[in-house]
T-cell receptor, first 119, second 112 residues
Framework: GAVVSQHPSRVICKSGTSVKIECRSL??????MFWYRQFPKQSLMLMAT?????????EQGVEKDKFLINHASLTLSTLTVTSAHPEDSSFYIC???????????????FGQGTRLTVV | LAKITQPISMDSYEGQEVNITCSHN???????ITWYQQFPSQGPRFIIQ?????VTNEVASLFIPADRKSSTLSLPRVSLSDTAVYYC?????????????WGAGTKLIIKP
């Protein structure tokens, strides 16, 4: 299957600072990327969906000014957590899909996740 | 949108076949059913996907009845390394957008 690389895998930052998480599709062009947040022992919660070259579509309750998403190319999307606070500590996961027909029209490939701890 | 229900947890033993059933009422005509596996602190990994009847790959089988309101993931001869959380998803396509609807996950524990 396709490979999605997410970096960093772990990050610890001070409260009030910003953190950038990168998500790269290594062997396919990701027309759509998704960002999820996962709390312990819970399912993934979709934060936003981004199509290359367009503004991200945020889910209800997700602050777009706090979670900045950029999908400037077909192989890279970034999530920046701005002015992070301890309650932003979580596991963040990106997912990518290629153009319909490249793989299954419904198979999404996931990154390894980023464990963010805000102290 | 489909509402997804799956068991919270299951136990089994090495070498056994494990079946995890998921219900997805209100599944739409164009929706696909997909299962993912997730280990702690890792991203989910695709297991299998289907639309109807039976799909089999090298790691699992997926059984979907004619009404498509449920699906069963079958893991043959499980091992300790199959201990993980298994998510049932419905992939809902609307226009050019894809919406993954996640179940809460089934924590599968395999015992020696």
């Amino acid at each position: 299957g396709a490979v999605v690389s997410q970096h960093p895998s772990r990050v610890i930052c001070k409260s009030g600072t910003s953190v950038k998480i990168e998500c790269r599709s290594l062997d396919f062009q990701a027309t759509t990327m998704f960002w999820y947040r996962q709390f312990p022992k819970q399912s993934l919660m979709l934060m936003a969906t981004s199509n290359e070259g367009s503004k991200a579509t945020y889910e209800q309750g997700v602050e777009k000014d706090k979670f900045l998403i950029n999908h400037a190319s077909l192989t890279l999307s970034t999530l920046t957590v701005t002015s992070a606070h301890p309650e932003d500590s979580s596991f963040y996961i990106c997912s990518a899909r290629g153009a319909q027909g490249l793989y299954s029209n419904t198979e999404a490939f996931f990154g390894q996740g980023t464990r963010l701890t805000v102290v | 949108l489909a509402k997804i229900t799956q068991p919270i947890s299951m136990d089994s033993y090495e070498g056994q076949e494990v079946n995890i059933t998921c219900s997805h009422n209100n599944i739409a005509t164009n929706d696909y059913i997909t299962w993912y596996q997730q280990f702690p602190s890792q991203g989910p990994r695709f297991i299998i996907q289907g639309y109807k009847t039976k799909v089999t790959n090298e790691v699992a089988s997926l059984f979907i009845p004619a009404d498509r309101k449920s699906s069963t993931l079958s893991l043959p001869r499980v091992s300790l390394s199959d201990t993980a959380v298994y998510y049932c998803l419905v992939d809902h396509a609307m226009d050019s957008n894809y919406q993954l609807i996640w179940g809460a996950g089934t924590k599968l524990i395999i015992k020696p």
